[in-house]
């Protein structure tokens, strides 16, 4: 059975860091394209942070410079470290595998709650 269990998601202050986990089974984690997503309330699911198979990163604009996604292949384990934490990162935050082609999401996560007070 595929699985994509994220954690460490939580409440903090504007300015501190979460580190999110995104452990994985039941897949060729190695052969997928991953991504965290996130959605606020009231607005369309966005992608944040991507990593392809061979190590390369992208990130959205409003996340660059701040956050850091990361992958160990071996642990079948994705990363978003979220530094310099704003009230409008506010968001449940998904990782997701995709297909590196067409980049479409092949699987879902249940999702993580990040809350950030100002």
């Known amino acids: 059975q595929r699985q994509l269990v994220e954690s460490g998601g939580g409440s903090v202050e504007a300015g501190e860091s979460l580190r999110l986990s995104c452990a994985t089974s039941?897949?060729?984690?190695?052969?997928?394209?991953m991504a965290w997503f996130r959605q606020a309330p009231g607005e369309a699911r966005e992608e944040v942070a991507g990593?392809?198979?061979?190590?390369?990163?992208r990130y959205s604009d409003s996340v660059k410079g701040r956050f850091t996604i990361s992958r160990d292949n071996s642990k079948q384990t994705l990363w978003l470290e979220m530094n310099n934490l704003k009230s409008e990162d506010t968001a449940m935050y998904y990782c997701?595998?995709?297909?590196?082609?067409?980049?479409?999401?092949?699987?879902w996560g249940q999702g993580t709650q990040v809350t950030v007070s100002s």
């Open positions: 997701a595998t995709l297909n590196c082609g067409t980049r479409r999401v092949v699987h």
């Open positions: 039941g897949l060729t984690f190695v052969t997928y394209c």
């Open positions: 990593s392809d198979r061979d190590g390369g990163t």
